[in-house]
């Protein structure tokens, strides 16, 4: 007998049926329906407990022991030394250093963070860095060296990045 339509029938499991809890104690899934006597899993709403309730017993959190403080206003920056731009063979004279060129040359990663460039190394090269903070160190070196330095707005809301702020 070859395979035809006529003799194709439908999987078994398309004809499961689905279970009927609380439907008296000959269904398997009557009086507790399937939950078990007593506990938080029991009763109904009780089985989504907020992260870190561990059933009454001393959450672990509780049990360790604080220090410190952390601040959760604290500026993350990316920060960067001249010395990069010293050593980099892909920086040449007259080269303008923003956002846009850091990140295509990999040398941020978080491109949502602000810039902070730091340093008093030597600088050989003329450059244009534009970022959101400088030190004083690092003003100094870029200017004697005959660059110029552009401190950028913080961009984000309501901020555009093309806007400048020249000091």
Same mark, same amino acid.
């Given at each position: 007998?070859?395979?035809?339509?006529?003799?194709?029938?439908?999987?078994?499991?398309?004809?499961?049926?689905?279970?009927?809890?609380?439907?008296?104690?000959?269904?398997?899934?009557?009086?507790?329906?399937?939950?078990?006597?007593?506990?938080?899993?029991?009763?109904?709403?009780?089985?989504?407990?907020?992260?870190?309730?561990?059933?009454?017993?001393?959450?672990?959190?509780?049990?360790?022991?604080?220090?410190?403080?952390?601040?959760?206003?604290?500026?993350?920056?990316?920060?960067?030394?001249?010395?990069?731009?010293?050593?980099?063979?892909?920086?040449?004279?007259?080269?303008?250093?923003?956002?846009?060129?850091?990140? *295509? %040359?990999? /040398?941020?990663?978080?491109?949502?963070?602000?810039? $902070?460039?730091?340093?008093?190394? !030597?600088?050989? =090269?003329?450059?244009?860095?534009?970022?959101?903070?400088?030190? *004083? %160190?690092? /003003?100094?070196?870029?200017?004697?060296?005959?660059? $110029?330095?552009?401190?950028?707005? !913080?961009?984000? =809301?309501?901020?555009?990045?093309?806007?400048?702020?020249?000091?």
């Amino acid at each position: 007998m070859g395979v035809e339509i006529k003799n194709i029938k439908k999987p078994k499991a398309i004809k499961k049926d689905r279970k009927r809890r609380g439907r008296g104690i000959g269904s398997g899934l009557g009086k507790t329906s399937g939950r078990g006597h007593k506990g938080a899993k029991s009763r109904s709403g009780g089985a989504s407990y907020i992260p870190g309730f561990e059933g009454g017993q001393m959450p672990l959190i509780r049990k360790l022991p604080k220090r410190g403080f952390n601040n959760s206003d604290k500026q993350k920056w990316n920060v960067l030394n001249i010395n990069i731009f010293q050593r980099n063979d892909l920086i040449e004279n007259n080269t303008v250093i923003d956002l846009d060129f850091l990140i *295509k %040359n990999k /040398i941020i990663k978080r491109k949502r963070l602000p810039i $902070k460039i730091l340093g008093s190394t !030597k600088l050989t =090269k003329i450059l244009t860095i534009k970022a959101n903070a400088f030190s *004083k %160190n690092a /003003i100094k070196t870029i200017e004697d060296a005959g660059g $110029k330095v552009e401190i950028v707005k !913080k961009w984000g =809301k309501g901020v555009k990045k093309n806007d400048t702020n020249n000091n």
